[in-house]
């Protein structure tokens, strides 16, 4: 119950930051930040980041995003190795963060509620971890995509516009 609620709260804050003017944030300080608490948070868990992506700026958004993207690859990450990876490309306009796992993969009942956007008495998600992100990533301006990863696992895919230095802000 703890967890649902820190999660509602934490998309409440999303929404109203929505609505405020946000600055922008190093991409690779999101990530590495990330990762830093998805390793204190899951000792067994073996995360693959380089980072190259010290340039790039993107929506504070995602650092809420991002953060729940690297937290439910580790947290739901069963596998006998636990392994995470996470990998970043930019093209100038985006940049593309992708973070891949070997667990169970993402339930499909889960993956349906966030592809329809709602949900209802009879059919709703476990948390709202997924929605958070689907919910933060569209605010900020970028997209999302769940896919599977071969042969176990699931790959979570964020596009997320680049903006200028720290100095700027972002609507």
């Known amino acids: 119950i703890e967890d649902i609620s820190q999660k509602a709260r934490t998309i409440i804050d999303v929404f109203e930051q929505g609505r405020k003017q946000r600055k922008s944030l190093r991409l690779d300080a999101i990530l590495g930040e990330a990762v830093a608490s998805a390793e204190d948070a899951y000792p067994n868990i073996d995360v693959h980041y380089e980072s190259g992506s010290a340039d790039v700026y993107v929506d504070s958004l995602f650092d809420t995003v991002l953060q729940n993207v690297v937290e439910n690859a580790a947290e739901h990450n069963i596998g006998p190795e636990q392994l995470v990876w996470i990998s970043v490309e930019t093209d100038g306009d985006h940049a593309t963060v992708s973070v891949a796992d070997d667990g169970p993969g993402i339930d499909?009942?889960?993956?349906?509620l966030i592809e329809e956007g709602s949900e209802t008495p009879l059919g709703h998600g476990s948390g709202f971890g997924l929605a958070l992100i689907a919910w933060g990533t569209d605010i900020a301006g970028g997209s999302v995509a769940f896919d599977d990863n071969d042969p176990t696992g699931s790959v979570v895919t964020v596009?997320?516009?680049?903006?200028?230095?720290?100095e700027t802000d972002s609507a």
């Open 108 to 112: 499909e009942n889960e993956l349906r």
């Open 159 to 166: 596009e997320a516009p680049i903006l200028t230095g720290p």
